[in-house]
DNA sequence: CCTGTCAATGACAACGTTACCATATTAAGA
DNA sequence: TCTTAATATGGTAACGTTGTCATTGACAGG
């Protein structure tokens, strides 16, 4: 164990941390041309060495096939060579394309978003995309601000996790000219693509289920604005359609961890007309719903039927285990990211809509 | 309710989704000089419309102290009038710098690294400063693909979570001449900046609450590699120096839920000499194992003590709560940002190595 | 009044790439 | 054989910015 002391004078101990030196290190010119390596070579000193016009190297890397074989190699040795790789400000600068694309997440911390996220990045980072992610916070003022930054970096394509509902956003993201893509909701009026799923019939479809299940004197519990208003309008109507009486509706603002969904369940508990289940638009709130409930010897589903939403790994394996409406988040990001490929290609009759389906994971919450 | 069809024949609903037509239409030239808003504006028409030189303006951008206010102000209204804004790749390109720090992830769905990052972007953002995430998935070969794009694409900074393994990367890293930092270990030798803490030390500390709670014979519970491979050796020094028993490791290669951690549990519950005592230091395998633990009707603490490692919110509710050794990652974002920002600002005494303190918050698991 | 210093500003060129057009080469059709 | 078209390659310029250096004027010290 290995000591020193760092600038505050405490003393640091440091772990052993594995190194690999790897068997096959990487691009060293073979003989005496080694490269300086971490400095910068030109396409210009790539085509000198494959004695070529620097245009050439230029298409061979982005379009092999309109260069002949011969000089295709002499290049591909070049750059292995000197381990040539590309200047993407330049080539933005002069193309005014790049190879980035750029996903724009409302809150990192969703385990939902990640997993979309997650397999999005999949799908174009094989196509040879770079995948990017940047946050917004909830907040419009954020969003504004990294819409702003993104006009400027000019990202091949724009990938978000939900919708844009600023107006002025909406337009300048327009005016890009490039491919965007929104999800997680199905708007009217998508700025280009969608890979969504409506949030009102999933209201719908919980309280068909509650119905179904013989619930009559249901509760709601959600955030106050964006997907979870509509899911709320869409169980509103459900209720409504079906005879059930919706006895009250707890609403946040913010959702900063399960102690949230726990105040909701106390809140709705202290009301003098008791539910006999419960809608969670959240699987956050609903976490903290059934630690609650168990806490006060609220029996699950006895005594109360609680409906989730979302996907959560967790929520599912609490006993008696949430039962939830959800999506497929991991298939909506690939198809997010082969959608935007397809748009990327250029072949213009793409699929700008997706629809995904409900999927419902049975617990024994209901 | 509208609908419609989409390419695949089956009927769309949409939502109706909230749209916010805002009261400050942003940058619109008052008066006759609108502008064609989602077009290109150079700083050369900035520059006309000031009656300046180009040059002046990108002075007036960057260093607004070396131009005299009149110019100054005349620019700010030609560039309010305009709304131009900077062409990174055209900046980048000349200067060799941009604006733009790249954050890698081996795992976005990590809640405690999505809470790093998510400090360490308020703070880098809030410096100005592009706060991106780019995803490497515990893969060493994602993570070699990634740092060559990075290396092409010259960020101002580089922030990780976690440390570099890969001899080939490192010095890959260490080539690009900028500020990295390092986080969430403890290695001999960073690359160049540091917010860590020791993951041994973490081994040895579970080890010495375990004797100091009467346990004798434990278990240990973790992730084969990397950070796991750390908190074990720990635990097994500070095992071995206090006399406790390890009777068994039961080890995971990679964790995709708390399943895993179910599976742990029953398999360590298996075995014929049964511990009194759990160190598991992921906290996804801890919730899997507490759950568990439930299932099987043994009880928590009385049975079996169980000490995680992490953060998990959720963990820590469930009851009887999860106890749990960790380090604050907000904090660690906040830190890491801050050394970002000071290295960034070229002042050459900066620190560039910060430990931080285990933390352990007390649940009824122990 | 002259010279040296400093601040403010501008002219010019260059960063590394690719769009555009021109040319050379080859294949195909009449 | 002669055009016509298609393919392969290169020359030139330009993308929008900023580094470098030169110029201007103001001001202080001699």
Redesign the interface.
Known sequence: M?SAQ??NG?T???????????AD??KQGHGTERQA??QRVSIGDVARLADVAPITVSRALRNPQKVSPDKRARIEQAVAQTGY??????S??KSGR?NVV?AFASN??S?QF??A??TC?AVL?DAGY??????T?YS?E?ET?AL??L????PAAVMLTG?I????NRELLR???IPIMETW????DPIDMLVGF????AGRLAADMLFRRGYRKVAYVGRR??RG??RL?GFREGCQALGIRLVCEELVDDVT???DG?RCLSSVLARPEKPDALFCSNDVLA??CM?EA??FNVRVPTDLGILGFGQS??AA???PGLTMIGVDSALLGREAGAMLIASLAGTPPT?????LDLIVSEGGSL
């Open positions: 290995q760092d600038e405490s640091v101990v440091y772990d052993d941390v594995l190194r690999i030196a790897d290190p990487p390596a971490s790789s590309i200047n993407p400000h330049a933005a600068l790049s750029l990192l911390m385990e990640a997993s996220l997650k990045a980072e770079l995948f990017l992610v940047g946050q916070s419009y954020r601000a702003r930054s006009h400027a970096m000019k919708v509902e600023l107006e002025s005016g890009l000219g909701a199905l708007p009217r409506s949030n009102t019939e604005g964006g208003a509509l309008q961890g399960v102690s726990r976490l903290g630690m168990r806490r790994d967790i394996e609490i006993p699929q700008k809509l997706k629809r």
